[in-house]
């Protein structure tokens, strides 16, 4: 684990989760939610859900191809329309699943000010992200090199990386790793959220 800042007197958090594909994004800032009882909001659900009204496959390719559209077009307003879709309001706790732009990062950051943005990255070595992308259905090692080699993934395997205020080996369990990332929160303001709690 590799902690980057350690900011004081913060009054609200909004986590960012990053890292590559089958890093574990997903699992862990899903059950990172539950523990806290914070609201979460992730990217890929959001372009699932704009994947459909466009009546766009709902496959991985089609949805990097999407979001890196959205970006382009109107970086602001992608972000605006997730937040809204969770129905944020300033001063609340919120956790974002899947930021794979440095641009995305920097809006969210202007965007949810005074609260303050902490990005938190998954990380994994190739041998495992592999296993892991072959032992999922339709699963590849072709598949993985060329979706890995998309746009979408290029700020994701060192700018993103090195953007982090919190770097966590993903090999752990999913309890452990909620567990070292509650810790961190803890330790970075010992009095802006009394409520953190062990994840069940």
């Known amino acids: 684990m590799n902690i980057k800042d350690n900011s004081k007197n913060v009054s609200s958090i909004v986590l960012g ?14 059950e990172l939610a539950r523990a806290l009882a914070w609201p979460r909001v992730a990217f890929g659900d959001h372009l699932r859900l704009l994947a459909i009204k466009q009546n766009l496959p709902e ?9 890196a559209q959205m970006v382009e077009k109107d970086c602001r307003g992608f972000c605006m329309e997730l937040l809204k879709s969770i129905n944020w309001k300033p001063g609340q706790h919120l956790i974002i699943d899947g930021i794979r732009h440095m641009s995305v990062l920097m809006t969210l950051r202007q965007m949810v000010y005074p609260a303050v943005l902490k990005l938190v990255y998954l990380d994994a070595d190739d041998e495992i992200l592999e296993k892991r992308h072959q032992a999922s259905p339709c699963g590849s090692l072709r598949s993985f090199v060329q979706i890995e080699k998309h746009s979408t993934e290029k ?18 369990s999913i309890v452990e790793t909620v567990g070292l ?7 970075l303001n010992a009095e802006f959220l009394p409520e953190i709690r062990k994840p069940l």
């Open 59 to 67: 496959t991985r390719e089609t949805l990097q191809e999407l979001g």
């Open 17 to 30: 989760f990053s890292g590559r594909i089958k890093s574990g994004k997903s699992s862990v800032s899903y």
């Open 155 to 172: 700020d994701v395997v060192i700018a993103l990386r090195e953007a982090a205020e919190l770097r966590v080996d993903s090999t752990k």
């Open 181 to 187: 990332i509650i810790a961190w929160l803890q330790n």
